[in-house]
């Protein structure tokens, strides 16, 4: 299947050097382009894409603004966003994140990268490790603010599921989490699959983020 991609850049040249990496691919199609975050809403408001791959720094609208109005209020699914930066700072990483981005990466990777990273973003995974989102949010833990105390959503947890969502927090591989919680590798798999579906979310990092935010986890700790 084709994956649909949207370019959001307020530099042309930039643009169009994503356009002529990406159409190069015979599994990608750039659907869209945009200046600013205002603009991509409007593209996005026209055409169905899969992956938004989105700057930080604009005018008129940033990309973490965008970013944030993109998934809010949307069921998990697509357009996914993949954050792309000059800036290598890990405060436009948590912002990034915390917004519902499902990955960053600076602008001068590889283009071998950004295809791979696309195209895991595209099928559900993430392209920033749960374990770099703890640090960060361990780092950042001041600018959480109040979780969702009682959210119906936690409820409909079971306590194996707690338990597995708490070693995802930890950073851990299904591997590791298999290891540790002394199951099969596939049924961390089907466990995660179904926490991800009950809290409404799009992968394991904003499965990070919500352990945090929901009281969880501890920063720190």
Do not use: W
Not at 25 to 45: F, N, T
Not at 98 to 118: D, H, M, Q, T
Request: glycine share 8%.
């Amino acid at each position: 299947m084709t994956t649909r991609v949207v370019i959001v850049d307020d530099q042309a040249l930039v643009r169009a050097g994503f356009r002529m990496v990406l159409d190069s691919q015979p599994d990608l199609e750039v659907v869209g382009e945009a200046i600013d975050g205002a603009d991509a809403l409007r593209v996005l408001a026209r055409v169905e894409a899969d992956v938004v791959v989105m700057d930080i720094r604009m005018p008129t609208m940033d990309g973490v603004e965008a970013t944030r109005r993109l998934c809010a209020g949307r069921p998990p699914g697509p357009p996914r966003v993949l954050v792309l930066t000059t800036f290598d700072t890990e405060a436009d990483a948590f912002a990034a994140l915390r917004a519902g981005a499902s990955g960053f990466l600076l602008k001068n990777v590889p283009p071998e990268e950004l295809l791979a990273a696309i195209r895991v973003v595209a099928q559900g995974d993430s392209v920033v490790a749960p374990s770099i989102t703890r640090r960060l949010l361990d780092r950042f833990a001041d600018q959480l603010g109040p979780g969702p105390t009682g959210d119906p959503r936690l409820a409909q947890l079971t306590e194996r599921e707690r338990e597995i969502l708490l070693l995802v927090a930890q950073g851990l591989s299904n591997a590791e989490i298999a290891a540790q919680a002394h199951v099969a590798e596939a049924t961390v798999k089907t466990h995660v699959g179904r926490i991800l579906a009950k809290l409404q979310l799009r992968d394991r990092v904003q499965a990070v983020v919500y352990a945090y935010e929901s009281g969880l986890v501890v920063p720190g700790v």
